[in-house]
């Protein structure tokens, strides 16, 4: 399995900008889907974006379609989520994940990082 450290999140407002990066080590990283988890305090784990093993194909979840964008940097091993007009809602810990060959979809991970915290205040 691939191993995955996540950085990035932070305390911000609403309306600001944050980027989230995770960097794989381990495995051979072009071969993976990758994706983002967020949970908040009290709530389920939640998917929010992912590509497929090909890097072809992107998912989203509804509510950050047009805010937030996920990236992959093939010669840094590392995935990225650019998360633009943040809300509060959006406040969570945030989970990179890793799936050799996968589709993209929103099951199926087998490699998860520890995650990083993003605030979001009104």
């Known amino acids: 399995q691939v191993q995955l450290v996540e950085s990035g999140g932070g305390l911000v407002q609403a309306g600001a900008s944050l980027g989230l990066s995770c960097a794989a080590s381990?495995?051979?990283?072009?071969?993976?889907?990758m994706a983002w988890f967020r949970q908040a305090p009290g709530k389920e784990r939640e998917f929010v974006a992912a590509?497929?093993?090909?890097?072809?194909?992107?998912y989203y979840v509804d509510s950050v379609k047009g805010r937030f964008t996920i990236s992959r940097d093939i010669a840094k091993n590392t995935v990225y989520l650019q998360m633009n007009s943040l809300k509060p809602e959006d406040t969570a810990v945030y989970y990179c994940?890793?799936?050799?060959?996968?589709?993209?979809?929103?099951?199926?991970?087998?490699?998860w990082g520890q995650g990083t915290q993003v605030t979001v205040s009104s």
């Open positions: 994940a890793a799936k050799r060959y996968g589709s993209g979809g929103r099951r199926g991970y087998d490699s």
């Open positions: 381990g495995g051979t990283f072009s071969s993976y889907a």
């Open positions: 590509y497929n093993w090909s890097g072809i194909n992107t």
